[in-house]
């Protein structure tokens, strides 16, 4: 079964902006296209929207969940682990290397070092929020009441909002700079460490969760930068253990 057959057709978003199931907007006919999003832009960009995605998504399921179905917490309650790792560790990526990169490449810009110790805060609250939501998976697991049931969802809601809020405003002041300052090279070193910590079948997971909501140029560029085993294992199983993954945990295949 190929990628093709088990994921979403590419949205017609235009390149680098994030996916929507609509048509291209046309510009005025003079106007050239926009430039595509460089490889930092668009990996950064993948990333928070399929972080948004997933902590609203845990959120919604759970609070339809049976609080004493054990099978269900376990599936539900480990996604959220699986996507508080990842953004943990985008987390400290950005700050050991994405970021010290951009001040290097603008040492006396002191907006920019404010706008960072900003971001800096906002991301350390929203770390304490990942590890209160990891204790609340834990006593849902344990408890396997509705009042921990609900907890859970709420911590989801809540963390979702918080990352809403904090990835808007990156994309709007810190992106810019870095599409416009960042060395690409320095970009492809930092992306060899994009997926450290995860399991050969997590790496193949998230590339899917990657994958499913990204518009055309952002699938090009993510397939295109992984290694070829990967994407050898991705056209060979990986779309298909993906498919079965979303089944089971939302219910229904990934959208189209």
């Known amino acids: 079964m190929t ?46 929207q399929l972080v948004r995605r997933e902590l609203r998504m845990l959120a919604e399921l ?65 770390d304490h929020d990942l590890r209160d939501l990891a204790t609340a998976a834990r006593q849902w697991a344990v408890a396997g009441t509705a009042p921990a049931r609900d907890s859970f969802a709420l911590a989801c809601f809540d963390l979702a909002d918080a990352v809403d809020a ?18 690409p090279a320095q970009w492809t070193a930092i992306a060899r460490s994009a997926c450290a910590g995860l399991s050969h079948r997590e790496r193949l997971l998230v590339l899917g969760l990657a994958l499913e909501d990204a518009c055309a140029g952002d699938r090009a560029r993510l397939l295109s930068g992984v290694p070829r085993r990967t994407r050898t294992a991705w056209r060979l199983y990986g779309a298909s253990r993906y498919r079965a993954a979303v089944v089971r945990l939302r219910g229904e295949p990934p959208a189209v």
């Open 3 to 48: 990628a093709s057959a088990v994921l979403p057709r590419p949205r017609t978003a235009p390149d680098g902006a994030p996916g929507h199931a609509r048509g291209p907007v046309p510009g005025p006919p003079d106007r050239p296209a926009p430039a595509p999003a460089p490889r930092a832009v668009a990996s950064q960009r993948v990333l928070h």
């Open 62 to 126: 759970s609070t339809w969940a049976a609080p004493g179905d054990a099978p269900r917490t376990q599936a539900l309650t480990r996604h959220a682990e699986l996507v508080g790792r990842i953004l943990l560790h985008h987390h400290r990526v950005e700050a050991g290397r994405l970021w010290p990169a951009l001040r290097q490449a603008l040492p006396d810009d002191a907006e920019l070092a404010g706008h960072l110790a900003y971001w800096r805060d906002r991301c350390a609250r929203i």
């Open 166 to 183: 904090q990835t808007a405003d990156e994309e709007s002041t810190l992106l810019p700079l870095v599409a416009a300052h960042l060395d």
